[in-house]
């Protein structure tokens, strides 16, 4: 595999992705490796080409992997006759991941229900919140699933309509 390089721009990409994502609760290594391969030209990275790009020792590096492996958000390959393992986003589970998500967000609805019916009366203003937060959720079990198949049937009739 060639050797590997990203310009000023990407690597400034990067950066910016890394830390949207240590916003969001993920471990800036782990923001900045899901980045790279992203952002990256090259589809898949070894290991010694992620650690080499970004800068980064090798107990990070294989710490970071492993926990991305762990959360599914990397996958690697391995090639015939090669030892070394090609790592890449799995953005291509992107609507499994998705949906799997969602469904474990809607799951909250039964835990909050029990939680609401155990709260005392004399926080009404607390309660009204906690109930509103769950009827919005109990909308969004319904609409997210008609939204996502009013999106793959908007996708296959756009497919149909090229392939025509």
């Known amino acids: 595999m060639a050797n590997v390089q990203l310009t000023p721009e990407q690597r400034e990409l990067i950066e910016r992705m890394g830390v949207f994502y240590e916003h969001h609760g993920i471990p800036p290594?782990?923001?900045?490796?899901?980045?790279?391969?992203?952002?990256?030209?090259?589809?898949?990275?070894?290991?010694?080409?992620?650690?080499?790009?970004?800068?980064?020792s090798k107990s990070t590096t294989s710490s970071a992997l492993n926990m991305l492996q762990t959360t599914q958000r990397v996958v690697y390959r391995t090639k015939p006759g090669d030892r070394k393992r090609y790592f890449s986003s799995n953005i291509i589970r992107w609507q499994e991941g998705?949906?799997?998500?969602?469904?474990?967000?809607?799951?909250?609805i039964k835990i909050m229900k029990e939680a609401l019916a155990q709260r005392t009366p004399e926080t009404p203003e607390f309660n009204q919140q906690m109930a509103e937060f769950i009827e919005f959720i109990e909308y969004m079990s319904v609409e997210f699933p008609r939204l996502y198949m009013e999106w793959c049937n908007r996708k296959t009739s756009n497919n149909n309509n090229n392939n025509n």
């Open 29 to 56: 290594m782990e923001g900045r490796i899901m980045s790279l391969l992203v952002v990256c030209d090259e589809p898949e990275l070894t290991f010694d080409q992620i650690r080499e790009l970004l800068g980064i």
């Open 98 to 108: 998705f949906t799997e998500n969602f469904q474990k967000f809607f799951e909250v």
